[in-house]
């Protein structure tokens, strides 16, 4: 729960009480992480939570194998990274400042040190369809989910609700409605 005028990372002020429901601990890591990643720092519990949950899966895993694999974990920490990076510069490049409420960009210090390089380098379009990719290029090294199978299940889906529509059309039976009608 951060507050502009809670005392924080990014500037000192004194206060009678604090707004951050973390106290005054609270208060300085909300400033810091969201001046370090601006409003990626809101996904810094998720994601970790998510990390926790995979680590846990995968060391089950493991332990009913007796294996463990080292490159996994440095798999999923490079995926984490490039999501940061990107997700952060991405921010920093689409967000506009103006109504934000945060202590530096959208983005943060560190989507301002990857987007605005990117965006002189390679302009609006350009600098976002490479974050894009290596955004999405990180969420499938950490998460592990493969693209093809997300468009299976989706078609899948797809056809299981175009075929409940059809099967809904022939049960109401729209011609008998017609003529009642008429």
């Known amino acids: 729960s951060y507050h ?3 005392p924080g990372w990014s500037h000192t002020v004194h206060v ?22 601006g409003y990626f720092a809101y996904l810094f519990p998720p994601l970790m939570l998510w990390a926790a ?7 089950r895993a493991d332990v009913a194998e007796k294996t463990f694999h080292p490159p996994w974990l440095l798999i999923k ?19 506009k400042h103006a109504h934000s409420k945060l202590p530096y960009e959208a983005g943060g ?30 969420v499938t090294l950490f998460s592990g989910m493969s693209w093809f ?13 175009a075929r409940a529509l059809r099967h809904f059309r022939e049960l109401i039976n729209f011609e008998e409605w017609r003529e009642k009608i008429e």
């Open 4 to 6: 502009r005028m809670d």
């Open 16 to 37: 009678k009480a604090v707004h951050n429901s973390g106290g005054v601990v609270g208060a300085w890591v909300a400033d810091f992480l969201l001046y370090l990643f």
């Open 53 to 59: 949950w995979i680590s846990y899966r995968r060391r």
């Open 77 to 95: 920490l490079m995926g984490f990274l490039m999501i940061l990076l990107s997700g952060t510069g991405l921010a920093s490049i689409c967000i």
């Open 109 to 138: 210090i560190l989507g301002s040190l990857v987007g605005h390089p990117l965006l002189n380098t390679f302009n609006g379009a350009g600098s976002i369809l490479i974050l894009i990719t290596c955004f999405l290029m990180g």
């Open 149 to 161: 199978t997300l468009l299976e299940r989706l078609g899948a889906k797809t056809m299981h609700c």
